[in-house]
């Protein structure tokens, strides 16, 4: 029997490289699933390659307007009849672009496009799903990153954006306890291609620098597939229920990397 037996997740940013691997592991372990992105193309891929069982449903808008977080969840209700778990894999990198080489006067739209795509687009999530979610005493799982804790992980707006999911995880996880759980996810890297700023004219890129295995204490990449269950024991009613306001860091020992090296190797 799967984690999620019988229960139905909203998967926001569900076209993109861990997205995907989140709808993949919900359907799995018996969850139903509608799957929300901006990018109809590869929702249309999505639905194309799990869609078959009739578990999974598509849903295409911008997530950081309040009018497609309102419509996702009546999609929710209306093909799968409510509301279990509310996943948001939705991100912006800005390519770690540093202060200095922003233009001032990009600079606003940049902000604004940045932590309104990774903060905003969760908090219209979660305010337009929350009676839905306490009616059945549901979950929200949100995706940080190594860049919620420290530097180098993208620019000041990336990291000042990750930053806030934190604070946002903590508050949310108290205003509404105790009938909806809200932790989140901070993967290090995952080899996918994400979408830039468009404020200042970035391409979808590359999310992992080349080297990056170098500095890794546990030495590889992951595959975007190596999150997907942690975002099934965070969406579980059972399997997490004594965790609220928590961030799990998934970060291949970034976070404890030291100075010199990034582990003894071989010598163990
Ligand atoms: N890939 C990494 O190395 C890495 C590292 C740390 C954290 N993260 C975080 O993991 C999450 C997923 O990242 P990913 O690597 O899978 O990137 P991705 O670009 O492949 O996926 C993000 C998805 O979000 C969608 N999206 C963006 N803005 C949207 C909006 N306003 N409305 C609807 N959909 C929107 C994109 O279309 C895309 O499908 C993000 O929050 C990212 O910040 C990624």
């Not at 903060?119 to 999530?125: D, H, Q």
């Not at 961030?247 to 020992?253: E, I, P, Q, R, T």
């Given at each position: 029997?799967?984690m999620?037996e019988e229960?139905?997740?909203l998967?926001?940013?569900?076209?993109?490289g861990?997205g995907?691997?989140?709808v993949?592991?919900?359907?799995?372990?018996?969850?139903?699933?509608?799957a929300?992105?901006r990018?109809?193309?590869?929702?249309?891929?999505?639905?194309?390659e799990?869609?078959a069982?009739?578990?999974?449903?598509?849903?295409a808008?911008?997530?950081?307007?309040?009018?497609?977080?309102e419509a996702?969840?009546a999609k929710?209700v209306?093909?799968?009849?409510g509301?279990?778990?509310?996943?948001?894999?939705?991100?912006?990198w800005d390519?770690?672009?540093?202060?200095?080489?922003i233009?001032?006067?990009r600079?606003?739209?940049?902000f604004?496009?940045?932590?309104?795509g990774n903060?905003?687009?969760?908090?219209?999530?979660v305010?337009?799903?929350?009676?839905?979610?306490?009616?059945?005493?549901?979950?929200?799982?949100?995706?940080g990153s190594f860049?919620?804790?420290?530097t180098?992980?993208?620019?000041?707006?990336?990291?000042?954006?990750?930053?806030?999911?934190?604070?946002?995880?903590?508050?949310?996880?108290?205003?509404?306890?105790?009938?909806?759980?809200?932790n989140?996810?901070?993967?290090?890297?995952?080899q996918?291609?994400?979408?830039?700023?468009?404020?200042?004219?970035?391409?979808?890129?590359?999310?992992?620098?080349?080297?990056?295995?170098?500095?890794?204490?546990?030495?590889?990449i992951?595959?975007?597939?190596?999150?997907?269950a942690?975002?099934?024991l965070?969406?579980?009613?059972?399997?997490s229920?004594?965790?609220?306001?928590t961030?799990?860091?998934?970060?291949?020992?970034l976070?404890?990397?030291?100075?010199?090296?990034a582990?003894?190797?071989?010598?163990?």
């Open positions: 029997m799967g999620l229960q139905v997740a998967v926001v940013g569900a076209a993109g861990i995907r691997a989140v993949r592991r919900y359907l799995a372990e018996g969850a139903s699933v509608v929300v992105d990018d109809q193309d590869r929702l249309d891929k999505l639905r194309g799990f869609g069982g009739g578990r999974l449903a598509v849903f808008g911008d997530a950081a307007a309040w009018s497609t977080s996702m969840v929710a209306e093909e799968f009849g509301l279990d778990v509310l996943v948001s894999c939705v991100g912006v390519q770690a672009v540093r202060l200095v080489d233009p001032g006067e600079l606003g739209a940049a604004d496009e940045c932590l309104r903060v905003g687009s969760v908090l219209l999530n305010r337009a799903a929350l009676s839905q979610l306490a009616a059945r005493n549901g979950r929200v799982v949100v995706t860049a919620s804790y420290r180098s992980g993208g620019g000041v707006l990336y990291t000042s954006a990750k930053h806030a999911v934190v604070g946002l995880v903590s508050q949310l996880a108290y205003e509404l306890a105790p009938r909806i759980r809200v989140g996810v901070a993967p290090g890297v995952a996918t291609v994400m979408s830039g700023l468009r404020a200042l004219d970035q391409c979808p890129t590359d999310a992992v620098l080349p080297g990056t295995e170098n500095a890794l204490p546990l030495g590889t992951p595959d975007a597939d190596d999150y997907g942690l975002y099934a965070l969406g579980s009613a059972t399997a229920a004594a965790m609220t306001g961030m799990v860091a998934a970060d291949s020992g976070l404890v990397r030291g100075m010199a090296q582990s003894l190797g071989g010598d163990l």
